[in-house]
């Protein structure tokens, strides 16, 4: 048996998070019941049965022996553990009437000076195995576990000497169009991109330069020809790229995201997987390093070919003040909903017409506002925008106005914090900027505060935080081993296990945050379901923080386990089709998070294709509603006044849905959203700041007044 010291390190591989859980935590112990109809064979035996004062001297001073904490410790128990044993162990002595006969006489023995304390390990050892029963087979776990050689996990990628090609530059740098040529002039090829828009965008160039290319992401397959006649190219998201398709040219665009913690691992896993003669890489100069080290341990040999901006950038050399100083081309870019709301009615109060576009609105709403806003006929001028259009929207931007620099995170403990936008998104964003080819060739940067302009200044001089550690992930084979050793384990306590015992090479890799996983193993651990489908559900990209989602989600977890079809007329009962336009803020975001559930439904009709038919239907409905959305969010200042009058003339329609979406809501637990008046859910729901709440009623107070 191996020592266990290294057992000892917490989460090995990860990032550093002192005030994470520690791993020895995480193992539940099994309860064992004494068995009370036991004849005392032992009392018998010996002639005498133990006292409990007795028993209690022997057990202590047995636990605070050096030599048997030494022992525990070999047999892989730390002092944690080792304590919850202990415990375990001298209750269960204490509490059975009849002590199993050989530790009875041990027992005994020890009494009447005839035994060794020590003797009394076997027992403890025997009991500790039964209420953890993961460390009789730690070496096998850890055997599972050990991720130091992802590049060995691919024998096709590996069996290739591979070209590889990293395109190295900011922003607007026709870094992807470069790969991109390559790509559609190969003879086959597959793009891998973090974001839907740039996998659609893709497809269509491709198809528009008459190379027939299919599109595939987690929820959509879109075939040039036809289903049983797949295209030699194709465009997909980097989660979705099969490794056993052999390609003359892969590109895996934006391979800096190789270090976020939440999806890192897909681009790790195309970076090491893919079987393509060439591969092509494009993304910030930060990750060359990790790159070119990552594939000494392929044995690849990486060129690197360096971009500079096609057009200028110029920081302004004053902020934008007020909003009366917006002009044509630019974009006012706030990190949350409440400022986008706040900003937008402003303007449109002063008469100027803005376009909107948020990370949870659907792809045609985005694409259609980033339309009207790119179309110089048009009179809407003004984008307000969230990072969303950090990547994979063309903007014809003229100037960047960051409405402020601080941007809520989501720590590792899921909770949210404030942070200064890092230098990677400052450049990403601003980037954005003036556009090759664009009426808008050279870019400008400001900010709306006075007090900001210097920070973003500050960002903007620096060069991208280097890359240091790219993400892994356990695969659904490895957690089945596990499940096989451990099966009382429920999967989120699996995953936890995994993460504490797995050994990565923290030179080049760390393991993924696993915390979105978890978070819906958890919801669905109560609903019978194979490891596998379990698995796979639990793979979903779902909003957590969406109550009707994760509501939807556990439904149709529940409808999957009872065999039953998720048909589109269940559906509706759920969701509340035919839908309505929005009026108030909202139904709109009701409405598109009934956007997700559909994306939900087709995300799963790929996996469980039996139960999930009618992928077809939803599809189209989810073309209207998407449709219905894009129609809302012209209006949004209307939304939002109409918001303030509660909502007490909606169609009987709408107020269904409504009760509908706040029961949901409140099933879920999150009672605040569903309570009290309409502003102060909209405060709960962070949709409303106190600070935009006065304003309103200002502004109410003023047309009233007027009215009269
Ligand atoms: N050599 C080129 N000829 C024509 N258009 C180009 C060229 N290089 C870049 N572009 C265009 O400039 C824009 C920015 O290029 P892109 O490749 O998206 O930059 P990056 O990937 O570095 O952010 C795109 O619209 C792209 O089509
Ligand atoms: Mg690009």
């Given at each position: 048996m191996a020592p266990a010291a290294s057992f000892l390190q917490p989460c090995r591989g990860k990032k550093d998070d002192s005030s994470s859980t520690t791993p020895e935590s995480l193992f539940h112990p099994v309860p064992i019941k004494p068995t009370p109809d036991d004849i005392n064979i032992g009392a018998e035996l010996t002639g005498s049965s133990i006292q409990k004062k007795d028993l209690l001297k022997i057990l202590n001073s047995f636990v605070q022996k050096t030599e048997i904490k030494k022992l525990a410790e070999q047999y892989g128990l730390d002092s944690y553990l080792q304590g919850q044993a202990f415990t375990s162990f001298r209750q269960y002595c204490f509490e059975t009437q009849t002590l199993p006969v050989d530790l009875h006489i041990v027992l005994s023995d020890i009494l009447q000076g005839a035994g060794n304390i020590t003797d009394i390990f076997p027992y403890f050892i025997r009991h500790a195995k039964q209420i953890f029963p993961h460390i009789d087979c730690l070496d096998d776990l850890k055997k599972i576990s050990d991720l130091r050689n992802p590049a060995g996990w691919y024998p096709l990628a590996r069996a290739k000497n591979r070209k590889i090609v990293f395109h190295a530059g900011p922003t607007n740098s026709?870094?992807?169009?470069?790969?991109?040529?390559?790509?559609?002039?190969?003879?086959s090829g597959v793009y891998c991109a973090p974001l839907k828009l740039l996998v659609a965008e893709v497809f269509n160039k491709c198809n528009q330069r008459g190379t027939p290319c299919d599109l595939l992401t987690g929820e959509e397959r879109t075939f040039a020809k036809n289903p049983d006649n797949p295209a030699d190219h194709l465009s997909c998201s980097v989660e979705m790229v099969n490794l056993q398709n052999n390609y003359e040219v892969a590109v895996i665009d934006e391979i800096q995201l190789t270090r976020d913690s939440y999806r890192g691992w897909a681009w790790t896993?195309?970076?090491?997987?893919?079987?393509?003669?060439?591969?092509?890489?494009?993304?910030?100069?930060?990750?060359?390093?990790?790159?070119?080290?990552i594939c000494i341990t392929t044995g690849e040999n990486v060129e690197v070919r360096r971009y500079k901006r096609l057009t200028s950038l110029e920081i302004e050399k004053e902020a934008l003040g007020s909003l009366t100083h917006v002009r044509a081309g630019d974009c006012i870019v706030c990190f949350s909903k409440a400022d986008i709301f706040t900003v937008s009615r402003s303007l449109e109060s002063r008469g100027i017409e803005t376009a909107v576009i948020y990370g949870s609105l659907p792809p045609g709403t985005k694409l259609a506002q980033a339309a009207k806003f790119n179309d110089p006929k048009n009179t809407c001028k003004v984008l307000v925008a969230t990072n969303a259009i950090g990547m994979g929207l063309n903007l014809h931007i003229r100037r960047i106005v960051f409405y402020s620099l601080i941007q809520p995170t989501i720590n590792e403990k899921g909770e949210k914090e404030m942070e200064v936008l890092s230098v990677s998104s400052a450049l990403q964003i601003a980037g954005r900027a003036g556009r090759y080819g664009t009426v808008w060739s050279t870019g400008y940067v400001t900010t709306f505060k006075n007090e900001d302009l210097p920070t973003l200044r500050n960002l903007l001089s620096q060069t991208p935080e280097v890359i240091t550690q790219a993400g892994l992930h356990p695969t659904a084979d490895q957690i089945e081993?596990?499940?096989?050793h451990l099966p009382n384990s429920p999967l989120s306590n699996l995953m936890d296990i995994f993460v504490s015992l797995c050994t990565v090479d923290n030179s080049l890799y760390f393991m993924c945050t696993l915390t979105d996983f978890k978070f819906l193993a958890d919801m669905i651990q109560h609903v019978p379901l194979p490891l596998r489908a379990r698995y796979v559900f639990c793979c979903a990209p779902i909003n957590k923080k969406s109550p009707y989602v994760c509501t939807m989600f556990?439904?149709?977890?529940?409808?999957?386990?009872?065999?039953?079809?998720?048909?589109?007329?269940?559906?509706?009962?759920?969701?509340?089709?035919?839908?309505?336009?929005?009026k108030t803020i909202l139904d709109l975001v009701h409405l598109e998070a009934v956007f997700d559930v559909l994306d939900l439904y087709l995300w799963l009709s790929y996996r469980f294709v039996d139960l999930f038919p009618d992928a077809k239907m939803v599809r189209d409905v989810q073309k209207e509603l998407d449709a219905l959305i894009a129609t809302g969010i012209v209006k949004l200042t209307t939304l939002l006044m109409n918001s303030d009058e509660g909502g007490e003339n909606d169609s009987f329609e709408l107020q269904t849905q409504k009760q509908k979406f706040y029961r949901s809501s409140e099933s879920s637990g999150k009672r605040?959203?569903?309570?009290g008046k309409l502003t102060e859910r909209l405060l709960a729901q962070g949709l409303l700041t106190p600070q935009m709440l006065r304003e309103l009623q200002f502004e109410w107070t003023q047309t009233t007044k007027k009215k009269k």
């Open positions: 026709g870094k992807t169009h470069h790969a991109l040529e390559r790509f559609i002039t190969a003879k896993r195309a970076l090491l997987g893919i079987p393509a003669d060439e591969i092509h890489l494009c993304g910030e100069a930060a990750a060359i390093e990790l790159v070119k080290a081993l596990y499940a096989y556990l439904k149709f977890a529940r409808q999957y386990s009872k065999n039953d079809a998720i048909t589109f007329n269940w559906l509706c009962q759920h969701i509340g089709w035919p839908f309505q336009l929005p605040s959203i569903g309570k």
